[in-house]
């Protein structure tokens, strides 16, 4: 037996005996306890229904919607070899879980990561009507979503071994403070006597970079931008210290990954997070601003607009070519949100703001400091925004119907990581279905769902960003030379210039999954299955 096919086996049969294990204690408490009915809590809504807020909590006991059980135990750690050596500080990740023992997240200690707990869940559909219920108990009517150790952080590469590594090399300054800025749609920085109060919010900038920060060099690993670390050097923001690596796809990331003895995020990962984050905020617009509990104790809003608001598209593409798109923002600046969901300022210093032309051919016409909003879901930054996120499990056959004219994307899964190949044969892989979609870009409408509850999108509807499920499924088709059809792997999340095309759903479809092809704005988390 191959190794590749040993380890396959491994990972099957501890996922099946942990799985029989957990609903052996819910048959166990069943036969003891006469009065026990399964705890579960979620939210159902109408896919028919365009309103993304119409959305209701249902609950064997609403109180679970307050004390959130599942989501609760997600918390920071740092990780070696798949293992945790201990946890941060529920508010401060630079400290350890006693509040008093200074962490390192340099990489000297292992990698950054968040514990995803396992849990049990249920989709339900009725006629148009949409359910997901999630639980600590293992029913029989639910499926099964094991834990994980997800990078708290977009992950670099240890350049010395090859291997992932989600870590902070960079130390920041945070505070406190009022911020302005040109116009709403310009978050460029404004002095007082101009532009507009944002209000007072917690703000992060850059100090300076840790001893280890060449080793775990991000983005496309350019040691000649190292010596670039003055704020008000024009170069300074394309210093790849800190960064993640981006400029890579996913064939890269899988040999990656076995060099660090874990995965890359899998499909399956962001399923089970999307289902808490819907459950959680009871919304299908996840986009909207942070706001406090209700009177209730429900969560309201969202998780924000997420690193999606560079002033000038234009001027992002020409000023970090030859990179073009790749990483900006350093891993580590929402260290002082903890676990906690929240969302920081971070000021990009000394970049262009505004620019005449495309691409090459773009002049700047304009420098400034840019306030981006930075989140984290629950230990977990840049959930979305900033760069997209390359995931195994899924592939997407991609046939287009005519030139300019609509896609047929056939979806194509393989729950076992270690069966996944980068072939088009897709020998082993389990057909999901065929769906057909605009080749322009509009909002999704309906998903797949089914008993797997399944999150791919099967419908599409009009171009308002704000209705249904408020993200859209994108086919970059003949990029830069990358074939029209095949076989495509998926990425989620959108990046900095993506604005309202950005989300838990949002994916682009753009990569052969045999290509040596990358796009310069991908990257990649670190997994460990538990």
């Known amino acids: 037996m191959t190794d590749r096919a040993e380890r396959a086996q491994a990972y099957a049969t501890a996922q099946r005996e942990q799985e029989k294990s957990l609903r052996a204690a819910h048959r166990e408490k069943v036969a003891t306890d006469p009065t026990f009915t399964t705890p579960w809590y979620g939210v159902t809504w109408d896919e028919a229904d365009s309103d993304p807020m119409a959305v209701t909590r249902i609950a064997s006991d609403m109180d679970l919607h307050r004390t959130l059980p599942i989501q609760s135990r997600m918390r920071r750690c740092v990780v070696r070899d798949g293992v945790v050596r ?74 010395e071994t090859g291997a992932l ?117 009871a919304t299908r617009q996840i986009q909207q601003p942070f706001a406090p509990d209700d009177a209730d104790g429900f969560r309201t809003g969202g998780l924000g607009d997420g690193a999606v608001k560079y002033p000038s598209y234009e001027a992002y593409e020409k000023y970090f070519a030859p990179q073009g798109g790749n990483a900006v923002l350093p891993c580590g600046v929402t260290n002082g949100l903890g676990n906690r969901s929240g969302e920081v300022q971070y000021l990009i210093r000394t970049v262009p703001v505004a620019a005449t032309g495309a691409l090459a051919e773009a002049e700047f016409t304009a420098w400034g400091d840019v306030w981006m909003p930075v989140h984290s879901y629950r230990g977990i930054e840049n959930f979305y925004g900033h760069l997209y996120t390359i995931v195994d499990n899924i592939d997407v056959v991609v ?48 998903l797949l769902g089914g008993p797997d509850g399944h999150i791919l999108p099967i419908s599409s509807s009009g171009r308002d960003m704000e209705t249904y499920y408020c993200d859209c499924v994108e086919h970059i088709t003949g990029w830069r030379g990358n074939t029209v059809a095949g076989v495509k792997y998926l990425t989620y999340n959108g990046r900095l210039v993506s604005e309202k095309l950005v989300g838990l759903l949002f994916s682009v479809v753009a990569i052969d999954v045999d290509s040596d092809r990358r796009r310069r704005s991908d990257t990649v988390r670190l997994q460990y299955m538990i």
């Not at 148009?128 to 219920?133: A, K």
């Not at 992060?204 to 040691?223: F, K």
Request: with cysteine; net charge negative.
């Open 86 to 159: 201990y946890h941060l500080h529920e508010d401060d990740s630079s400290l350890q879980a006693d509040g008093v023992t200074p962490a390192r997240l340099d990489g000297s200690d292992g990698d950054v990561m968040v514990e995803v707990p396992g849990f049990f869940y249920r989709w339900i559909t009725d006629g148009t009507r949409r359910s997901i219920l999630i639980s600590e108990w293992g029913d029989p009517e639910f499926r099964f979503s094991p834990p994980h150790l997800l990078s708290a952080y977009e992950c670099t590469i240890d350049r």
């Open 165 to 281: 590594a989600s870590v902070c090399t960079s130390s920041f300054v945070s505070r406190e403070r009022s911020i302005r800025v040109e116009s709403p749609t310009r978050r460029v920085a404004a002095d007082d006597q101009a532009g507009i109060d944002l209000g007072v919010h917690t703000t992060v900038e850059l100090t300076g970079h840790t001893a280890s920060a060449a080793r775990y060099r991000g983005v496309t690993n350019d040691v000649s931008l190292d010596c670039h670390t003055d704020p008000g050097d024009r170069n300074t923001a394309r210093n790849q210290l800190g960064r993640p690596v981006s400029n890579i796809n996913r064939r890269e990331c899988r040999a990656h990954a076995e060099a660090a003895g874990g995965l890359i995020q899998q499909y399956a990962s962001q399923r089970a997070l999307t289902f808490l984050v819907w459950v959680e905020y």
């Open 399 to 446: 046939t287009p119907s005519g030139e300019g004219e609509e896609r047929t994307n056939q979806y194509w899964y393989q729950p076992n990581p270690y069966l996944c190949t980068d072939t088009d044969s897709l020998e082993g892989y389990t057909h999901l279905g065929s769906f057909t979609f605009p080749s322009s870009i509009k909002v999704i409408d309906r």
